[in-house]
């Protein structure tokens, strides 16, 4: 029944019925857009599963965690620990979102920005520094190599003219403050934002401090010709409430567990990105973007009274090169070529604490990790529109790693020099195809191969260096876009993606689970429903599946929701009053490989607010989890089910913010 039902979803994608409107408005793989538009390439050259959201949409959003900004987007679903530092991750595309899994790669202003690990650090961004989000859901895009498994999340910081300062007051004592200016200098336009964030927070042991500045400056050496300079700061300190029992969650879901009163932790990020782009021609253009990044993470944990605290220190510098040439063969034709490297130099520490300190004898020493990894990278892509009705792209990316290090841990007391393993060259073949049957309908198909490679100490060895290799994951998607009548915007397509053998972080460890299946569909519409009201909602499904022979095949892998889905309405009540609805729901998940111990995770949220435009700028009033429904992060300690802790989400909570332009 399930298989008939997704093969008629299909069928009526790619081949709608009913009469179509007799308008000019052509149906192009333009972004399922919550609110905006979308950097040019995803416009052009990706088939797919891309949405972005504005400026607009992200003005009204006051949030401890940058990472809540992707509510809106449909497919992504979130994994909220609330656990100080360690705050909220996401996921896509049937792949864990607490970070089991790393799959997509982040990029602020095109600057690599996840973590050694893969975590994405947003945490540096306020709302009122970005411009807009993009998100990709596929295998499909040729640019990034490394952690773009199932896709990529796109952040452009703000470059617009004019100056603003928004406060904000809300629930559990949060307050912040966001000034921007935007300035025009002859050929040189600059951009500042501060952000500062103080809360007490939902649960108890929660306080927050965070802040953010940064600096854009970019002169236009001629028409030609530009160079620019991006710096930016940031610092998040938090205490951590850590985990409860069920029976403690659900009856006391504000309080702080009692062994946890000394967790919590800071992490400290600085980025500096020079922005060259010069156009020899009409026809060809080169962007060179080169950058370091700091990320220095301290973090005092314990999980459950069972355990002692520990600290965890990470420090890691990150630099790179991309190089981007875009050549107009002709109007039919066109040439991509990119390359990039990547440097990260990291330390990794765990230890054993009395009192607060380090333990530093060799029963204390849980991890000592020191190492390089550097990754090369290089894509050539051809584009073509042979006729009206009909564009492709095709692409061939080559990924390589190198580095070596030194691993000092519980289990292994060696600091011998380790290599990384010989991955050799990853081949990684991408392929998008646009059909354009009339004005209103879009049927698009992709496939593409990306990888997955392990992490830290995972991917070095003192032996034979041809042992291990990365996981591969080949991908497909086929759908299609509608305008059925002026104003609507439907989209609905079908996904596949199976990994040859996958990595997981199990108890710390990235280990194998062998091959692995994930297949899906996604559905979203855009509706002005008057010049007053506009309506949008999407709905999309995850299956995921072991299939390597052992005690965990035919299961599913932890974490994953079989579906996420969400709606929003915008109504525009007088010329000065717009009042917005958002509903957000979540499937519950299995929390181990093995299935045991239940599902969890599951919630419905509704959040509203309301805007006045009072001329000189905006008053906004926010009540988010509305209805105060109780929802939870769920950890299993054990992997087997038998030692689960929870983490509950926040209740019902509101805000006033005061925005004025000057």
Known sequence: MKKNLITSLILSAIFPTGVLADDKTSATISPMIVVGDAPDYSDLNLAGSVDSISRDELAESHINNTMELFSKVPGVYFARYNQGIINTDIGIRGFAAEGSSPHAKLLIDGIPTNLHNGYSEMDQLFPGDISNITVFKGTSDPRYGLFNVAGNYNIETRSDLGREIQVTAGSYNAREVQAYAGEQTGKLRHNYFFGYRQSDGYRDNFELDKYSVSGRWFYDFSDDTSLGLIVRASDYDADAPGYLTQDEARKHPTRSASYARQDGGDKNTQSYSLHFDHAFSDNVDWSLKSYFNHYERERWVRFTESRSLQNRYDDQDHYGVISTLNWQLNPDWTLNWGVNIEKQKVTEQRFGTVNNVRQRDRSNVLRDYEFDFINYGSYLELANTPVDWFAWNVALRADRFSGDGKFTSDTNTAQTKQDIYDFGTIMQPKLNLFFYPSDTVTVFANYGRSFQAPTS??????????????????????????????????RLSYWQQKASDEYVTIDNTSQNVGETMRKGVDFGFNWGVTELVTLWGNFTTADSEIRTEGDDKGNELRSIPSYTASMGVSYQVTPAVTWRVHYDAQASAYVNEANEGGRYGKFNLVNTSVDYDTGWGTINLQVNNLFNEYYEYVYDNSQNGSDIIYSP??????????????
């Open 457 to 490: 100490a995972a991917a070095y060895t003192a032996g034979n260096r041809s042992e291990r290799d990365v996981s591969l994951n080949d991908g497909w998607e086929v759908g299609s876009k509608w305008l059925p009548v002026d104003n609507l915007e439907l």
């Open 649 to 662: 989400g926040d209740g019902i909570n509101g805000s006033v913010s005061v925005l004025y332009r000057f």
